[in-house]
């Protein structure tokens, strides 16, 4: 496989195949990727001979760990518009992806988290291996679960969606499955295996099936009953307050976990997923451009990035540095339309 391409495209029989070539950095997301792949896709659609699309990653540590943060952080920090146009760009393939009008299969392994996801959990197949590790992260980084998070986290079960997108808590396989985050278990060894079912021409929702397995008891389930109770409450303070009544273990560190995320970042990804169950794709997409132009020009992003990614000291400052001191208004104003700039699609 080439080595220097960082995202590679291949007809196999009726198969569009994709591959996500970064492997020694988990496969992050670059604009180009996203430029390459949109109008690859496209032309899959308007292509006969194209039956399906299959994505996946080179490596066996990650399918994606995320968009490419670094960049972000520095053509921001400088000013630049390329970060902008990145998002937007990124969210119209998200929303691409969602309506794609052909099999859409995400062979899901390793690291998948943030942009990962947008681009195999928006599609119609999301098969996972044994190493899928899935994450929302942004509140710890200072933004949202963008890339579709607003669609998909309030239509998880229950309060599971909430829950994932104010921690940040990461899901193997059986978890997944059991959040509808994926759709099947396939173990590692027999993607390769459902592919060449695909390239033989096999019916996907067939092959798909016929590869699947059972996964083993989803740990997750047995928290549904908490996670329900605690964070269906109306606020992010509500739901500390929840946490720390319920008095388990899982529930004090929970809300420690909460806690040292950006309050900014959980304050407007609370109201992000309560508004998404109300939205369709489309304006869900629409609300998370408006919301990433507002973090864009705040510092928790650039702080979470230095914090995260580039110094590692896992001890970011967020500005403002707690839950109480974030105004309803600063929230309010998140959300409010980008008039001109809104993002569309067409
Ligand atoms: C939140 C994120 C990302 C993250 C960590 C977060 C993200 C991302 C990475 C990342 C990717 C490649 C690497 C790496 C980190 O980390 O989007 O070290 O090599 O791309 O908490 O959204």
């Not at 972000?72 to 691409?96: C, M, T, W």
């Not at 710890?140 to 607003?150: A, E, K, Q």
């Not at 976990?257 to 609370?270: E, F, N, Q």
């Amino acid at each position: 496989m080439s080595d220097d391409v960082e995202i590679l495209f291949e007809q196999r029989g009726p198969i569009g195949l994709v591959t996500l070539n970064r492997p020694k950095v988990l496969n992050a997301l670059t604009y180009t990727m996203v430029k390459q792949l949109h109008p690859q896709l496209q032309a899959w659609e308007n292509d006969h001979s194209i039956e399906a699309v299959v994505i996946q990653a080179a490596g066996e540590k990650a399918f994606c760990a995320g968009g490419d943060i670094r960049v972000l952080h520095d053509q921001g920090k400088a000013g630049s518009p390329e970060v902008i146009n990145f998002y937007r760009d990124e969210y119209r393939l998200n929303r691409y992806i969602k309506r794609y009008p052909k099999p859409y299969i995400a062979l899901m392994s390793g690291i998948n988290m943030g942009g990962g996801v947008g681009v195999s959990v928006n599609g119609s197949h999301r098969v996972g291996s044994q190493r899928l590790l899935f994450a929302m992260p942004e509140t710890g980084i200072g933004l949202f679960p963008d890339v579709g998070g607003t669609y998909f986290l309030p239509r998880c079960p229950g309060e599971i969606g909430m829950y994932l997108g104010l921690t940040g808590a990461r899901l193997k396989i059986a978890d997944a499955v059991y959040a509808g985050i994926a759709d099947v278990y396939v173990p590692a060894d027999r993607h390769e295996a459902l592919l060449a079912r695909l390239v033989a021409g096999e019916n996907v929702d067939a092959a798909v099936t016929a590869e699947a397995q059972q996964t083993e008891a989803a740990p997750l389930a047995a928290q549904q009953v908490q996670i329900d109770t605690c964070f269906s409450a109306e606020s992010v303070d509500a739901i500390l307050i929840r946490l720390e009544a319920d008095g388990s273990d899982w529930a004090s560190k929970t809300a420690e976990i909460i806690r040292s995320k950006s309050p900014l970042s959980t304050r407007v990804a609370y109201e992000q997923i309560r508004a998404g169950a109300q939205l369709d794709f489309e304006d869900c997409m629409s609300l998370e451009f408006r919301l990433t132009n507002r973090f864009m020009a705040a510092p928790d992003f650039y702080e979470g990035v230095r914090a995260v990614v580039i110094d590692k000291d896992q001890a970011p400052k967020w500005d403002p540095a707690t839950l109480d001191v974030v105004t309803d208004e600063r929230v309010a104003g998140y959300f409010a339309s980008l008039d001109d700039n809104e993002l569309r699609f067409d």
